[in-house]
């Protein structure tokens, strides 16, 4: 069955890090462009940032550039969120997306990221 699952959500203390891994089952990885988003209940799910098929081209929004980082594996068929000095409004549930031109769009369930001390 293709999907894409999230993991390394989590609590981190303001100033801290996290690691959010997404991983494709059942469809081929290398060519979709994987997006992370992030929403928080009663907002506008905000796109933090994408990669490309073969990771040479990223993209991240302003209110994260500096401090998140995305990457992707696609040997593991696996897209990386790395996210440093945490703020409290990164606080969100993050989701990923696999999506190209003319095939089907793929979306992660989401797992929560809570920064607080």
């Known amino acids: 069955q293709a999907q894409l699952v999230e993991s390394g959500g989590g609590l981190a203390q303001p100033g801290g890090s996290l690691r959010l891994s997404c991983t494709a089952y059942g469809f081929i990885f290398s060519d979709r462009i994987i997006s992370w988003y992030r929403q928080v209940p009663g907002n506008v799910r905000e796109l933090v940032g994408s990669?490309?098929?073969?990771?040479?081209?990223?993209n991240l929004a302003d209110s994260v550039k500096g401090r998140f980082t995305i990457s992707r594996d696609n040997a593991q068929k696996t897209a990386y969120l790395q996210m440093n000095s945490l703020k409290r409004e990164d606080t969100a549930v993050y989701s990923c997306?696999?999506?190209?031109?003319?095939?089907?769009?793929?979306w992660g369930k989401g797992t929560q990221v809570t920064v607080s001390s």
């Open positions: 990669i490309s098929g073969g990771g040479s081209v990223t």
């Open positions: 997306k696999a999506a190209q031109l003319g095939r089907p769009v793929y």
